[in-house]
């Protein structure tokens, strides 16, 4: 019969050589096998903590305001250009403005948008007759980009 001390140190034997191998040591006996394993933890901890660093700081340097860098408004002849230009693309975004032109009463004559990588939109827009001004037209653009933005961020 195997006695229960031989059982435990083939038992232990067992555990350190998958230490050994777990930690890639080339150690023979068992202080050296614990000693590599406790380098091993260390270093192990010495890369979360990096790696922690390195996630807090691309969340902090990746967030940008999604709302559009700029909002010019040009009064023409029977009505305005409105240019919206963003670096970041803005899913959504244009139907929103869309919505605000309709509140103004304004009919998109012309348009063009372009939504890779960033957002650009230039669109004509005529007024139904109504006394609108370009400030009002560029407040309602406005605002309405700032409810597409609180409305994304709750996302």
């Known amino acids: 019969m195997v006695s229960r001390e031989h059982k435990k140190a083939a038992a232990l034997h067992e555990?350190?050589?998958?230490?050994?191998s777990i930690t890639n040591s080339h150690a023979v006996n068992k202080t050296s096998i614990i000693i590599d394993a406790s380098k091993y933890i260390v270093d192990l901890k010495q890369k979360v903590e990096v790696l922690n660093?390195?996630?807090?700081?691309?969340?902090?340097?990746?967030?940008?305001?999604?709302?559009?860098?700029?909002?010019?408004?040009?009064?023409?002849?029977?009505?305005?250009?409105?240019?919206?230009?963003?670096?970041?693309?803005?899913?959504?975004?244009?139907?929103?403005?869309?919505?605000?032109?309709?509140?103004?009463?304004?009919?998109?004559v012309e348009a063009r948008v372009s939504c890779t990588g960033s957002f650009h939109l230039e669109a004509v827009g005529e007024n139904d007759g109504e006394n609108v001004e370009a400030h009002t037209v560029k407040q309602a653009v406005s605002q309405a980009i700032n409810n597409w933005s609180e409305s994304n961020e709750q996302d």
């Open 15 to 20: 555990k350190l050589q998958l230490l050994r």
């Open 53 to 108: 660093r390195d996630i807090a700081t691309a969340q902090n340097s990746s967030y940008q305001d999604p709302r559009p860098v700029e909002v010019t408004v040009k009064t023409l002849e029977k009505g305005f250009q409105i240019n919206v230009i963003s670096e970041k693309n803005c899913p959504g975004l244009l139907v929103t403005i869309l919505e605000a032109f309709e509140e103004l009463g304004l009919n998109v």
